[in-house]
Structure formats: C-alpha cells, structure tokens
C-alpha cells in the first residue's frame, strides 16, 4: 500500500504562486511514477505533471513554462511548483503514485486563483 498526503492549496492572485507538496509512505519503494492531477468544477480530471522513478518528467501544454514538478528522495515527497498562476488553474489538485500496477490517490487539495 501506498498512501499520500497533499498540503500547500490556498487562494492566491492571478501571477502569483504556490508550492503543493505531497508525502508518500508505505511501499514506497515500488513506486514507478508520481504525478499531480486537477479537477476544476464541471470538468474531467487532468493531468498536470507527471515524474518517474528515474527522474524524467512531462507536463501537460497548459503549465508548460509555469509549473514544475520535482522530488525529494529523502522525505519522500513531490513538490509542484506553480507559478505566473491563472484563473483557469482553479481546481483540486490530486497527488498520484503508479505502484506495482495499481494506483494511489491522495485527498485532494483547493487550488483557487482570483483574477
């Protein structure tokens, strides 16, 4: 079992930023890929970025030059650095881990950008 803890939504302003972190215990060393999603209102679950176990990462053309997604090996953890956000970034952001063929999902946090 996997399990993931997200922290770090809030309310910012349009160009402003915030770091999402996500805590992963358990198996965690047969996790093969992690990655954050995001669901705004209305709409399908996303994908935003996405890194492997060997550190390769991709993102999704709509964050492209504005989030990165990183990791700490050491604490086990995910960050997604999110900058220049806009309104249209609004949704809840999920923390999710790729493990022995099977998924994880974390709780969910709010991300809300006003313009």
């Known amino acids: 079992q996997v399990q993931l803890v997200e922290s770090g939504g809030g309310l910012v302003q349009a160009g402003g930023s915030l770091r999402l972190s996500c805590a992963a215990s358990?198996?965690?060393?047969?996790?093969?890929?992690m990655g954050w999603y995001r669901q705004a209102p209305g709409k399908q679950r996303e994908l935003v970025a996405v890194?492997?176990?060997?550190?390769?990462?991709s993102y999704a053309d709509s964050v492209k030059g504005r989030f990165t997604i990183s990791r700490d090996n050491a604490k086990n953890t995910v960050y997604l650095q999110m900058n220049n956000l806009k309104p249209e970034d609004t949704a809840v952001y999920y923390c999710?881990?790729?493990?022995?063929?099977?998924?994880?999902w974390g709780q969910g946090t709010q991300v809300t950008v006003s313009s």
């Open positions: 358990g198996s965690i060393f047969s996790i093969n890929a």
């Open positions: 890194i492997t176990s060997v550190g390769s990462t």
């Open positions: 999710n881990a790729v493990w022995a063929g099977l998924d994880s």
